[in-house]
């Protein structure tokens, strides 16, 4: 069964800083997707970023960026001068490709808190 | 459309109830999912729909679960004799399948917290 583990429950930033977040998952499959999702307080879940398994190239949008290391199943975000409103939980997430599955599985996620 | 929206936003029962929450995806989006999270962890996978068929079920979704999309646009999943277990806030979102592309970006709504007493 495919699993995500987010190992770090929270983290603290100071604004301006960079950050990052880890992720490390597990499957024997060849083809996936990789996610990142935010969740604010009190709001709803948005799209962060994505990497496609079968893409060297780190993705990249804006401020956010991640380091895929596909041979040791890792996929961490990177969040470059970090502002108040990045505070929230982060939730890695893996969507198997193959056998047709849509389904997303999610970490337990990880709380970021943004310090002025 | 400004998104995918829930109702309600909140529900308490009681145990042994029943309980039917809405889901209204985005208007040009052909498949909805349903998750289910608890305090302090991640969505877990409930059931997804491609139009008004249902072709994924996880082990998670008991026969006291039933969810259906009729004509393809809103969704309904219903509870019934419900548990204190069952507490949770339930996700929909929706996505669009372009063409072959995969791994589409799921839009997720704002849940609905239940609360079983």
């Known amino acids: 069964a495919q699993t995500v583990t987010q190992s770090q429950p929270e983290m603290s930033v100071q604004e301006a800083e960079t950050v990052t977040l880890s992720c490390t998952y597990d499957t024997s499959e060849s083809d996936y997707y990789l996610f990142w999702y935010k969740q604010p307080p009190s709001r709803q879940m948005i799209l962060v970023i994505r990497q496609e398994a079968y893409k060297q190239q780190n993705a990249t949008e804006n401020r956010f960026s991640v380091n895929f290391q596909k041979a040791a199943k890792s996929f961490s975000l990177k969040i470059s001068d970090s502002q108040l409103g990045d505070a929230a939980m982060y939730f890695c997430?893996?969507?198997?490709?193959?056998?047709?599955?849509?389904?997303?599985?999610f970490g337990k996620g990880m709380k970021l808190t943004v310090n002025p | 459309d400004t998104g995918v929206s829930q109702d309600p936003r909140h529900k308490i029962t009681k145990r042994g109830q029943n309980v039917t929450f809405r889901c209204d995806p985005i208007?040009?989006?052909?498949?909805l999912y349903w998750y289910r999270q608890t305090l302090g962890q991640g969505p877990e996978f409930l059931t997804y729909f491609q139009n008004e068929a249902q072709l994924e079920k996880s082990r998670l979704l008991s026969d006291r679960f039933s969810a259906e999309r009729p004509k393809g646009s809103f969704s309904t999943l219903e509870i019934q004799r419900t548990e204190q277990g069952d507490s949770a806030m339930y996700l929909c979102?929706?996505?669009?399948?372009?063409?072959?592309?995969?791994?589409?970006?799921?839009?997720f709504g704002p849940g609905t917290r239940l609360t079983v007493l």
């Open positions: 997430a893996y969507n198997p490709t193959q056998g047709g599955s849509e389904k997303l599985v």
């Open positions: 979102a929706s996505s669009s399948r372009s063409g072959t592309s995969e791994g589409d970006e799921q839009f």
């Open positions: 208007s040009e989006h052909n498949r």
